[in-house]
């Protein structure tokens, strides 16, 4: 199958391996050369183009692998470019508004589905993409009722082609809801932590608890703005919720409260214990 993956960072650069390793025809774009030039090298890609419009009509799906704001700008540059039957898919990491303008925007002939691939790393760039960060990661589709069960089918497909472990079917809002606490949460916590230390010897002191929780901080600061304030209502909700849970520790504290502080270590402990199953 011709797919054209718009955006060769990481995401893209690691989605494009991996579907060329299974056979597809991936053409790769990126407005940065030095990026197609490196995919080219590497065996990343097939062929890589500058301009979005040369690989629209060859494609049966477009996966763009860029910021949600830059995808709607290309989209409504190109509009005319998509061929009938495409399916349109990204990989951004919110989802109620993006799909909404999507599938407004494109033409009825052109299928928008949203996926979220529950991967990545701190580093950014084509040089630290590898496909098997997907292996074992989770995959979520976010259909809408314009949706046809082929595309569907289809995107679940490259999905399990990819390696992923779950795949998960949520509406757009759903998405958010959920992506708001299990990823925007976190980093905003690692980010506020690393944030908040004034003690400049701190590093010299630091241990596995302190760097696995911190190793998110090291943020795109461009990318994960746009997404805290696409989502900035869920997000609040859930910071709110966290200044909650992390009073109730500081009450404690104050009153030499000991009876709470273990309730709350031990439901911590036997909530995080589910995950290993």
Not at 62 to 87: A, N, Q, R
Request: aromatic fraction near 8%; charged fraction near 30%; include cysteine.
């Amino acid at each position: 199958m011709k797919i054209a993956v718009v955006g060769l960072g990481l995401i893209g650069a690691s989605v494009s391996k991996g579907l060329l390793d299974n056979g597809h025809e991936v053409y790769g774009v990126d407005i940065d050369q030095d990026a197609i030039n490196y995919c080219e090298k590497n065996k990343l890609i097939s062929k890589g183009f500058s301009d979005m419009g040369e690989v629209l009509e060859k494609c049966k799906i477009v996966l763009f692998s860029v910021y949600p704001k830059t995808m709607i700008s290309l989209t409504e540059k190109y509009i005319d470019k998509f061929k009938k039957g495409t399916i349109v898919t990204d990989v951004s990491g919110v989802k109620k508004e993006v799909v909404a303008k999507m599938q407004r925007l494109l033409p009825t002939d052109v299928e928008f589905v949203g996926v979220h691939p529950m991967a990545g790393r701190e580093k950014i760039g084509a040089e630290y993409s590898d496909p098997n960060i997907f292996k074992g990661a989770n995959y979520i589709i976010t259909p809408t009722e314009e949706n046809s069960p082929s595309a569907l089918k289809l995107l679940e497909d490259i999905g399990i082609e990819l390696g992923f472990k779950k795949i998960s079917y949520l509406t757009p809002e759903r998405h958010d809801e959920m992506i708001a606490f299990t990823s925007q949460l976190t980093h905003a916590i690692a980010v506020a932590l690393v944030n908040s230390d004034k003690d400049p010897d701190t590093y010299n002191f630091t241990g596995d608890s302190y760097r696995e929780l911190t190793r998110i901080a090291m943020i795109n600061g461009d990318l994960w703005s746009e997404l805290f304030l696409e989502n900035r209502e869920n997000l609040i909700d859930r910071i709110e919720e966290f200044q909650e849970r992390l009073d109730i520790i500081k009450e404690a504290l104050k009153n030499n409260d000991r009876k709470t502080l273990i309730t709350e270590f031990e439901k911590s402990t036997k909530k995080r214990l589910t995950l290993e199953k």
